[in-house]
């Protein structure tokens, strides 16, 4: 992407929770050109060779060794460089060998070879008991923000370093950056968290409350292959007897573990520039990190910028590259690439989940929404032969109260599995193009014959022939209901997680669900789409998930949901 000039064919992956399950398809991003040519000539050029050391190390604060693989422009004499630098428990070594894009996930650092070239230094750090680093493993906690703060100190001081130091890279090595970069590491001058999560417990762990048993039952199992079973694997395999899976579910509410154990961005103590990087397909896990902390964090200087595409496509595509060193060039070097006096936040605005173009604005939300509520009916729509429930999504209250009763049981499990829907609330056929851009809050009350019940919840686009395209998802388990009122806002409800409010069988309770931010034009002739299930085929199947559930809409309990419209220029 420059990423302003993103017109090129790329392809684009869809991955489940479990980022496993891959669709290849050929996507054309349509974009209209939001950098001039003469800035993008200011970036620096390719001139340099590359010198590779190979486990450099690092001595912590406490007297641990962290391994480094540094590869650095290729010059004689003293001159200096600005450091890029990566940390991960997925094994600099693998790098070597691994291609740059799936099945091989794991790949998600900057490709030395074009950096170094441009005047960087790039060092790639095993983390803690990972690869060659010796120690016990930590995953994403705050030992290992220290180490972290500690590896770009050292970076700082060295004698191919100019002392200014960025941060880069995808997934894991996004998330570490919003940690360390609330400890404020004197010598951190800028960070880019591509895709990543800020805050492991709601954005990823346990979204809505949920266990995210799909993703990490193999994710982790994954990690640990890497280091016990490839060719690269370490002496010190003791090392990966971290029993994350069981911390984390012992850990099933939001606590003090989540905040001072394992680690979460400190949005008031991220002052450093950054430029956050995000993706409308990652409300799997990254989407809502990369939204919160633009918004919260107190940063003079940021940018949020947020496109489609597969995981790493856009990351390793010649014109997100260029994006990059348009902002590298200007925080580490110096360099005027004109990408500051440009406006904040950089939309690609989806037409479908394959197609968007770019646009700028001044801020997030955006000012202009029209928060337009629309109401869960119960009257038949007759166009999703495939639901259970087949009904209204309407702009006008229901004055009557209906109730919508499906399984929560097997029969359900079964169906998510299957990638049918539960109950399916529809519009009539739009009249007009409808842009739907931001934040989405979802009001249903529900009852359940157990004490608890869990909602996924899609906002997807229905088109004419009856074809869907997913733009969004919220989850919630019931008993997670409770709210933080200080933190929520009339189009976003914000979860404590700090106590379970149980049902009780047949019980009536209004819940809010959050539904992660989105953009998407519904054209005219298609529907919004909102299906309510029970169940993904992915996160935790409780017992407490085996009888019916029930929504109720209209009359005095009625239920629906805000969309963020954007008024038509």
Known sequence: MNIGNFGLVIKNRFFNQAISSLCAVVLLVVA??????????????????????????????????LRADVYRPDVAGDQKFPVMMSLSPYQKAMDRILPHH???????????????????????????????????????????????????????????????????????????????????????????P?????????????????????????????????????????????AMSEDLIYNYMVHHMDSEWWEQTKGRGQFDKIEVPFYSSGNWGGWNHHLRGNVE???????????????????????????????????????????????MDEPPVKLCIRSSVNECEWRFEDEWPLERTEYTTYYLSGDSAGVVGDSIHDVKLTTSKPESEQELTYSAGPEAYNRANQGLPTVSFVTEPLEEDVE??????????????????????????????GTV???????????????????????????????????????????EVEIWATSMIFEAG?????????????HYFAAYNLENNTIYTGGDRASYVVLPIIPSE
């Open 32 to 65: 209209v050109p939001l950098t001039s040519q003469a800035q993008s000539d200011n970036a620096s050029q390719p001139e340099y060779g590359v010198i590779f050391e190979k486990d450099v190390p690092i001595r912590t604060r406490d007297g641990a060794i």
């Open 102 to 192: 799936s099945p091989f996930t794991h790949v998600e650092r900057p490709e030395p070879d074009y950096w170094t070239a441009r005047g960087y230094v790039l060092v790639f750090v095993d983390t803690r008991g990972t690869g060659s680093s010796p120690g016990q493993v930590d995953i994403w906690s705050t030992q290992e923000a220290r180490d972290y703060y500690d590896a770009i100190e050292w970076s700082a001081v060295q004698d191919w370093s100019t002392g200014k130091v960025g941060l880069v890279g995808v997934s894991y090595y996004a998330t570490t950056q919003w940690f360390v970069a609330g400890l404020q590491p004197p010598s951190l001058t800028t960070i880019v």
């Open 194 to 238: 591509w895709e990543g999560w800020a805050d492991t417990y709601r954005d990823s762990v346990f979204h809505g409350g949920v266990f995210n048993q799909g993703f990490y039952g193999r994710w982790w199992l994954d990690v640990r292959g890497k280091q016990l079973l490839e060719n690269t694997r370490a002496d010190n395999t003791a």
């Open 293 to 339: 902390a633009f918004m919260l964090s107190t940063a003079a200087n940021k940018k949020m910028q947020i496109h489609i595409g597969g995981h790493t496509d856009a990351f390793y595509s010649d014109e997100g590259k260029t994006e990059l060193l348009r902002w590298y060039d200007f925080w580490l070097k110096g360099i005027d690439t004109g990408i």
């Open 436 to 465: 739907v851009t931001g934040h989405i809050k979802l009001v249903m009350w529900v009852s359940s014959e157990t004490d608890d019940l869990d909602v996924f919840a899609y906002i997807r686009d229905m088109a004419p022939d």
């Open 469 to 511: 395209e997913t733009a969004t998802r919220g989850i919630l388990q019931a008993s997670h209901r409770k709210l933080d009122p200080e933190k929520s806002t009339p189009y976003r409800p914000y979860h404590t997680h700090d106590e379970e409010q149980k049902l009780t069988p047949g019980e009536v309770v209004p819940i």
């Open 526 to 538: 298609h529907r919004i789409r909102l299906d309510v299930n029970a169940h993904d085929g992915q």
